[in-house]
T-cell receptor
Framework: NAGVTQTPKFRILKIGQSMTLQCTQD?????MYWYRQDPGMGLKLIYY???????DKGEVPNGYNVSRSTTEDFPLRLELAAPSQTSVYFCASSYSELANEQFFGPGTRLTVL | GQNIDQPTEMTATEGAIVQINCTYQTSGFNGLFWYQQHAGEAPTFLSYNVLDGLEEKGRFSSFLSRSKGYSYLLLKELQMKDSASYLC???????????FGRGTSLIVHP
């Protein structure tokens, strides 16, 4: 199993550009999450999904959108990039709400200039 | 509330023992996680505590006191590779998604 994979690894955007961060897991996990991590600030939840077709907002959803058309994929969309969205983005998954472990992808380092 | 407090940074010597503390607000508590994160990498799961007491897993142990809103991660026989950030995360009843603290950066020196 590849686990949780994310693309791209690095990206530089100009203000106002849009992009999609890809996330795929091959563990048949129902639950998937998007976090952002700023230096010294821990992980903040952006959006999460409990299964295909179901998504919900986390702590910091503004400026982002998600979709979950399949169990495997959970892309994160930035429509109008802003410097405040410069961060490292982690996708994670878990089997169920009772699971005691989240599996994280390698992260995407995004810079908005 | 969601306040989770950890020291920002700690240093220790190779071969020594270090204890990283985490305090949290006790309302609705439903489990506590510790994750390890090396610089530039993803967090990886270390432990999960839901009942009081000490759970040992090799060189790493995690302790929980629910009444005090307190946990610690104990690392024994420190190695240079243990230099990393250690994240405490708390799960509360009604939400299965853990909230993360800011992490403790541990530096192990020879």
């Amino acid at each position: 199993n590849a686990g949780v994979t994310q693309t791209p690894k690095f990206r530089i955007l100009k203000i106002g550009q849009s992009m999609t961060l890809q996330c795929t897991q091959d563990m048949n996990h129902n639950y998937m999450y998007w976090y952002r991590q700023d230096p010294g600030m821990g992980l903040k939840l952006i959006y999460y999904s409990v299964g295909a077709g179901i998504t919900d907002k986390g702590e910091v959803p503004n400026g982002y959108n998600v979709s979950r058309s399949t169990t495997e994929d959970f892309p994160l969309r930035l429509e109008l990039a802003a410097p405040s969205q410069t961060s490292v983005y982690f996708c994670a998954s878990s089997y169920s709400e009772l699971a005691n472990e989240q599996f994280f992808g390698p992260g995407t380092r995004l810079t908005v200039l | 509330g969601q306040n989770i407090d950890q020291p920002t940074e700690m240093t220790a010597t190779e071969g020594a023992i270090v204890q990283i503390n985490c305090t949290y607000q006790t309302s609705g508590f439903n489990g506590l996680f510790w994750y390890q994160q090396h610089a530039g990498e993803a967090p990886t799961f270390l432990s999960y505590n839901v009942l009081d007491g000490l759970e040992e897993k090799g060189r790493f142990s995690s302790f929980l006191s629910r009444s005090k809103g307190y946990s610690y991660l104990l690392l024994k026989e420190l190695q240079m590779k243990d230099s990393a950030s250690y994240l405490c995360a708390v799960k509360r009843g009604g939400s299965y998604i853990p909230t993360f603290g800011r992490g403790t950066s541990l530096i192990v020196h020879p």
